[in-house]
C-alpha cells in the first residue's frame, strides 16, 4: 500500500549534500517525492511509496549524510495522493 509522509530534519542538514543525498537514496528506493531547504536551516521532505521503503527511507534521514549532523527528524504519516512522478529537489 502506498503512504506519503511529509518530514522535517533539523541540525547540521545544509550545507553537507543533505539534499543532494537524499535524492540519490529516494531513486534507489524508487521512492517519489521533493526535498528542499528551508530558511530556518532544516530541510523538508515530502515522500511516497510502500510504506517499507518509506521506514528505510526515514532511517536514512536519521542518519543523514557523512558531514551531517542531525538533531531532530519529525515524521507526519499521511495518505498517498500518486501526485510525483519522480523524487527530485525543489528551490
Known sequence: MLK???VFVSGRVQ??????????????LK???W???LPDGRVEVM??????KL??????LR???RYAKVKGVEVK?????????EFKMKY
Do not use: C, M, Y
Open 77 to 85: 504519516w499521511l495518505d498517498s495522493t500518486g501526485e510525483f512522478k
Open 47 to 52: 515522500a511516497e511509496a510502500e510504506e517499507e
Open 35 to 37: 526535498v528542499r531547504n
Open 55 to 60: 521506514k528505510q527511507f526515514i532511517e536514512f
Open 4 to 6: 506519503r509522509v511529509h
Open 15 to 28: 550545507g553537507v549534500g543533505f539534499r543532494w543525498t537524499t535524492l540519490d537514496v529516494a531513486r534507489q
Open 63 to 65: 542518519r543523514g549524510p
Open 31 to 33: 521512492i517519489t517525492g
